[in-house]
């Protein structure tokens, strides 16, 4: 119906310059949102900086394109003693194991943006290439509805993407993951354009970014996926198979695949088709083929049986065909022969299949449904109320593009809700998705020319004017005081308060500025490429979960007695017993009135009496760390404690209850293990000369019980940096060295 408006030549320019003017405000507001990072580190004394730890990597990468060549990246291996920083002492090989399309679009964006700012470095550049990423991914959003709907529901699209909470589009946030959103929204374009028309040009344009999105970011396969059930089931919803449909499906899969073959981090490519998420590419093939010859050569036959009529029609042979192939692929997967990483096993809800590490990343935990209603707002409602009129779409009027929308959206929807990593796509999709559904439902109303509906028109006005006050009122309560809040995290120290503490920042200059080149310095995966970027130094795990083994190593050093842990990380790891750094980081509450130190996790009271938890190594030791040195902690817990770990129960002012699993400190497994060891005896060093004693103030008696714990036998503290966090609490970066005479002493 709204396409029947937009003939009507006036009125279709009048509703395409008012969709234009409507993206551009939406790309200006949904920019200068983005930038709020910026804006916040310049506000407390520091300089465009890089958001999270990953987009370090990415800068080290880029760097050494910048000063070697653009060729140099292919040299970036185990081999290259500059790849030896990361997953000491192996190295990491970057082209195997990195998507290469970041860095080059990084450095040649970079080029392009100093010819026109010459004073602009390379790092600043990086801080602000999520904003036109945004703006790329912003406009294929755009263009996708105004093909499905209209330049109307398109500018709503629009202007609720801009104003959605989209942590991995903010500035500094320069990972694959970003950069795969810019060209995946393009990708889905042109895929509906080619639906749409039959057209094979589309179709090519629309492989062509696909295949630019895969060498993005892995998470295309949610794109891919939603396509290849478009395609398979299309021959059930329109009853044929046509030759110009198995041509669009081979348009499309063509330059992906070809991208995916001479690309080394998928598997090499030709496993990564057979035996991995890509298995689909091949799988599609096959099953449209089937079906083009089974609709064929079934078509209007019948066969009898005992003197009646049994109509076999292709469809319900088709059906059973693709549930047959359902059925075996999800066998094949459960028996490890189609090989899907921990969080596309998650993402599917086989979770308890992906191995200890996927279960302590917290970026893989299951979305609780009050994200969903934070991030997602009104725009969901809108989704979900209008799944319905997608399936009617999909079955009465055989729309195949309401049904790849249907698809695209269940998808992204179901695969956050088990991984909350997927939240920056699925908003965007419910953006997309909501903008569609308006435009169809509503705004088709309110463009009627019938003179009958004036009613229907008024309604479905206010309606319209209604829900486009709701997304703003959600963007101006939730969304943009989301974006204010936004700190570059190694300024906060990766703790999430939103506050200046440089703990870590001074840490890693003192790493860099005092330490040897050659020196390693061991801490827990998740700070490796601070650590190696920043720090300069060697760190035994980089910042990703390429090396299981490694990290189970490096978790059962730091749980591990001083002796124990020594040798295991000076034999395992070969580094020089001179040369071993360990850090690590927590939180201390210091009562000055009682001279007393309480070490993290804290479980503090808000100003409504409702807990807050705040915690750093000291809480992943046991949400992690233990867990993957193989530690059954959950039988811990459901036994209300144990050696590790113990239930403390915290009771608000209105008597409910909540419980939070905290190190046992009465237990010599704790206080004897590298990292919490670390962590007391830094407490003693700041503040015991002072006369403080360490206590743990978490008890269910109410009454704090001294911590004994024993002098460090090997290692001694090289560098302590304090934040304070508030007048009582601090936050704690400590730097310990292995003492190679006291190790020798030791063994003597």
Same mark, same amino acid.
């Given at each position: 119906m709204l396409r029947n408006v937009l003939k009507v030549p006036n009125v279709k320019l009048m509703l395409e310059l008012f969709g234009l003017i409507v993206l551009m405000i939406s790309a200006f507001v949904g920019s200068y949102l983005r930038l709020q990072p910026v804006y916040n580190a310049l506000e407390l004394g520091y300089g465009p900086t890089l958001y999270e730890m990953d987009p370090y990597l990415n800068y080290w990468i880029t760097s050494k394109l910048y000063e070697n060549g653009l060729t140099y990246y292919t040299s970036l291996t185990q081999d290259n003693p500059d790849t030896k920083i990361f997953w000491y002492p192996w190295g990491r090989d970057i082209p195997s194991t990195e998507l290469p399309a970041l860095p080059y679009v990084s450095i040649i964006t970079y080029y392009m943006a100093r010819s026109v700012i010459p004073n602009l470095t390379l790092?600043?550049?990086?801080?602000?290439?999520?904003?036109?990423?945004?703006?790329?991914?912003?406009?294929?959003?755009?263009?996708?509805?105004?093909?499905?709907?209209?330049?109307?529901?398109?500018?709503?699209?629009?202007?609720?993407?801009?104003?959605?909470?989209?942590?991995?589009?903010?500035?500094?946030?320069?990972?694959?993951?970003?950069?795969?959103?810019?060209?995946?929204?393009?990708?889905?374009?042109?895929?509906?354009?080619?639906?749409?028309?039959?057209?094979?040009?589309?179709?090519?344009?629309?492989?062509?970014?696909?295949?630019?999105?895969?060498?993005?970011?892995?998470?295309?396969?949610?794109l891919l996926a939603a396509i290849f059930l478009q395609y398979v089931l299309t021959p059930l919803i329109i009853g044929v198979v046509n030759k110009k449909l198995i041509r669009l499906w081979f348009y499309e899969i063509a330059p992906l695949t070809i991208l995916i073959l001479v690309t080394p981090s998928y598997y090499n490519g030709f496993e990564y088709l057979i035996r991995n998420a890509g298995i689909i590419i091949p799988l599609g093939t096959g099953v449209l083929l089937i079906a083009y010859a089974m609709f064929n050569m079934m078509s209007s036959k019948y066969v009898r049986r005992r003197g009646k009529k049994l109509i076999i029609t292709p469809k319900i042979t088709y059906f059973l065909l693709i549930t047959a192939f359902g059925v075996l692929g999800l066998t094949l997967l459960l028996r490890g022969f189609v090989g899907i990483g921990g969080k596309g096993l998650a993402a599917m809800g086989l979770g308890n299949i992906a191995g200890v590490l996927t279960g302590t990343i917290a970026q893989y935990r299951s979305a609780t449904p009050s994200e969903f209603i934070y991030l997602g707002g009104p725009p969901l409602v809108i989704t979900f109320l209008g799944i319905l009129y997608l399936l009617y779409r999909s079955l009465v009027r055989k729309d195949t593009n309401s049904l790849f929308l249907l698809l695209l959206? @269940? !998808? +992204?929807? #179901?695969?956050?809700?088990?991984?909350?990593?997927? *939240?920056?796509?699925? &908003?965007?999709? /419910?953006?997309?998705?909501?903008?569609?559904?308006?435009?169809?439902? @509503? !705004? +088709?109303? #309110?463009?009627?020319?019938?003179?009958?509906?004036? *009613?229907?028109?008024? &309604?479905?006005? /206010?309606?319209?004017?209604?829900?486009?006050?709701?997304?703003?009122?959600?963007?101006?309560?939730?969304?943009?005081?989301?974006?204010?809040?936004?700190?570059?995290?190694?300024?906060?120290?990766?703790?999430?308060?939103?506050?200046?503490?440089?703990?870590?920042?001074?840490?890693?200059?003192?790493?860099?500025?005092?330490?040897?080149?050659?020196?390693?310095?061991?801490?827990w995966w998740d700070y490796g490429y601070w650590i190696s970027v920043v720090g300069e130094r060697a760190s035994v795990a980089d910042g990703s979960t390429l090396n299981f083994s490694q990290i189970h190593i490096l978790a059962k050093a730091l749980t591990s007695d001083e002796v124990t842990a020594a040798n295991s990380l000076i034999s395992n790891f070969n580094i020089k017993p001179n040369k071993l750094y360990v850090a690590a980081y927590e939180f201390f509450i210091v009562d000055d009135v009682n001279k007393r130190v309480y070490p993290g996790p804290l479980v503090l009271s808000r100003a409504d009496g409702t807990p807050i938890f705040l915690g750093a190594?000291?809480?992943?030791?046991?949400?992690?760390?233990?867990?993957?040195?193989?530690?059954?902690?959950?039988?811990?817990?459901?036994?209300?404690?144990?050696?590790?770990?113990?239930?403390?129960?915290?009771?608000?002012?209105?008597?409910?209850?909540?419980?939070?699993v905290l190190p046992n400190w009465n237990s010599s497994k704790v206080r004897e293990a590298l990292l919490y060891k670390i962590l007391i005896d830094s407490a003693r060093n700041v503040w015991g000369s002072l006369g403080y004693e360490i206590y743990d103030i978490f008890t269910n008696t109410g009454e704090p019980?001294?911590?004994?714990?024993?002098?460090?036998?090997?290692?001694?503290?090289?560098?302590?940096?304090?934040?304070?966090?508030?007048?009582?609490?601090?936050?704690?970066?400590?730097?310990?060295k292995l003492d190679e005479g006291a190790l020798q002493n030791y063994f003597q």
């Amino acid at each position: 119906m709204l396409r029947n408006v937009l003939k009507v030549p006036n009125v279709k320019l009048m509703l395409e310059l008012f969709g234009l003017i409507v993206l551009m405000i939406s790309a200006f507001v949904g920019s200068y949102l983005r930038l709020q990072p910026v804006y916040n580190a310049l506000e407390l004394g520091y300089g465009p900086t890089l958001y999270e730890m990953d987009p370090y990597l990415n800068y080290w990468i880029t760097s050494k394109l910048y000063e070697n060549g653009l060729t140099y990246y292919t040299s970036l291996t185990q081999d290259n003693p500059d790849t030896k920083i990361f997953w000491y002492p192996w190295g990491r090989d970057i082209p195997s194991t990195e998507l290469p399309a970041l860095p080059y679009v990084s450095i040649i964006t970079y080029y392009m943006a100093r010819s026109v700012i010459p004073n602009l470095t390379l790092y600043e550049w990086l801080v602000y290439l999520p904003i036109p990423l945004y703006i790329i991914g912003l406009v294929g959003i755009y263009l996708t509805v105004r093909e499905l709907s209209g330049p109307l529901p398109a500018a709503i699209a629009s202007l609720t993407t801009a104003l959605m909470f989209v942590d991995r589009q903010v500035a500094g946030f320069t990972v694959k993951y970003v950069l795969g959103l810019a060209f995946i929204f393009l990708a889905l374009y042109f895929h509906v354009r080619a639906i749409k028309r039959s057209s094979e040009k589309s179709a090519l344009l629309a492989g062509i970014f696909l295949g630019i999105s895969a060498l993005s970011w892995a998470g295309f396969n949610l794109l891919l996926a939603a396509i290849f059930l478009q395609y398979v089931l299309t021959p059930l919803i329109i009853g044929v198979v046509n030759k110009k449909l198995i041509r669009l499906w081979f348009y499309e899969i063509a330059p992906l695949t070809i991208l995916i073959l001479v690309t080394p981090s998928y598997y090499n490519g030709f496993e990564y088709l057979i035996r991995n998420a890509g298995i689909i590419i091949p799988l599609g093939t096959g099953v449209l083929l089937i079906a083009y010859a089974m609709f064929n050569m079934m078509s209007s036959k019948y066969v009898r049986r005992r003197g009646k009529k049994l109509i076999i029609t292709p469809k319900i042979t088709y059906f059973l065909l693709i549930t047959a192939f359902g059925v075996l692929g999800l066998t094949l997967l459960l028996r490890g022969f189609v090989g899907i990483g921990g969080k596309g096993l998650a993402a599917m809800g086989l979770g308890n299949i992906a191995g200890v590490l996927t279960g302590t990343i917290a970026q893989y935990r299951s979305a609780t449904p009050s994200e969903f209603i934070y991030l997602g707002g009104p725009p969901l409602v809108i989704t979900f109320l209008g799944i319905l009129y997608l399936l009617y779409r999909s079955l009465v009027r055989k729309d195949t593009n309401s049904l790849f929308l249907l698809l695209l959206t @269940l !998808i +992204s929807i #179901v695969s956050t809700y088990n991984v909350a990593y997927f *939240f920056s796509y699925a &908003v965007l999709v /419910i953006a997309m998705t909501s903008g569609f559904i308006v435009g169809e439902v @509503l !705004i +088709s109303k #309110v463009l009627s020319s019938s003179k009958s509906g004036w *009613f229907v028109r008024l &309604v479905a006005s /206010i309606m319209v004017i209604f829900y486009i006050i709701a997304v703003v009122l959600q963007g101006a309560s939730y969304w943009v005081p989301s974006y204010r809040s936004v700190i570059p995290t190694i300024i906060e120290s990766g703790v999430g308060l939103t506050v200046n503490a440089p703990s870590w920042i001074n840490t890693l200059s003192w790493i860099k500025n005092n330490t040897e080149k050659d020196s390693v310095i061991v801490a827990w995966w998740d700070y490796g490429y601070w650590i190696s970027v920043v720090g300069e130094r060697a760190s035994v795990a980089d910042g990703s979960t390429l090396n299981f083994s490694q990290i189970h190593i490096l978790a059962k050093a730091l749980t591990s007695d001083e002796v124990t842990a020594a040798n295991s990380l000076i034999s395992n790891f070969n580094i020089k017993p001179n040369k071993l750094y360990v850090a690590a980081y927590e939180f201390f509450i210091v009562d000055d009135v009682n001279k007393r130190v309480y070490p993290g996790p804290l479980v503090l009271s808000r100003a409504d009496g409702t807990p807050i938890f705040l915690g750093a190594d000291g809480a992943k030791g046991i949400s992690a760390i233990y867990r993957i040195a193989g530690v059954d902690i959950d039988r811990e817990i459901d036994r209300g404690g144990g050696e590790h770990v113990k239930i403390y129960r915290y009771t608000t002012t209105k008597g409910y209850i909540y419980s939070y699993v905290l190190p046992n400190w009465n237990s010599s497994k704790v206080r004897e293990a590298l990292l919490y060891k670390i962590l007391i005896d830094s407490a003693r060093n700041v503040w015991g000369s002072l006369g403080y004693e360490i206590y743990d103030i978490f008890t269910n008696t109410g009454e704090p019980l001294r911590i004994d714990a024993t002098e460090m036998l090997l290692f001694k503290p090289s560098y302590i940096a304090i934040s304070r966090i508030t007048s009582n609490i601090y936050l704690v970066t400590s730097l310990y060295k292995l003492d190679e005479g006291a190790l020798q002493n030791y063994f003597q």
